[in-house]
Nanobody, 114 residues
Framework: QVQLVESGGGLVQPGGSLRLSCAAS????????MGWYRQAPGKQRELVANISIGGRGNYADSVKGRFTISRDNAKNTVYLQMNSLKPEDTAVYYC????????WGQGTQVTVSS
């Protein structure tokens, strides 16, 4: 069964950190560029970071220098380390293949608030 399961979200104060995880099943994980997306209320889903097959990360300007994407192909898992969080980072975070996306998972809620 093809499935993406995101976890690690929560409520954090501005300036805090979170580490998100996304476990993929039912797909040959290692041959795909993977991405982390987010969707804030009333806004379209946006790609915030992606990681190449070889492990090179690319970032949206809004998160560059604060977020780090990584992957563990042996565990079929992609991570997003989020530091120096801001209220505008509040959103539901999802992962997916960047090309030929799978069915979306349920996402994980990140709320940045004092």
């Amino acid at each position: 069964q093809v499935q993406l399961v995101e976890s690690g979200g929560g409520l954090v104060q501005p300036g805090g950190s979170l580490r998100l995880s996304c476990a993929a099943s039912g797909t040959i994980f290692s041959i795909y560029i993977m991405g982390w997306y987010r969707q804030a209320p009333g806004k379209q889903r946006e790609l915030v970071a992606n990681i190449s097959i070889g492990g090179r990360g690319n970032y949206a300007d809004s998160v560059k220098g604060r977020f780090t994407i990584s992957r563990d192909n042996a565990k079929n898992t992609v991570y997003l380390q989020m530091n120096s969080l801001k209220p505008e980072d509040t959103a539901v975070y999802y992962c997916n293949r960047v090309s030929s996306p799978m069915a979306w998972g349920q996402g994980t809620q990140v709320t940045v608030s004092s």
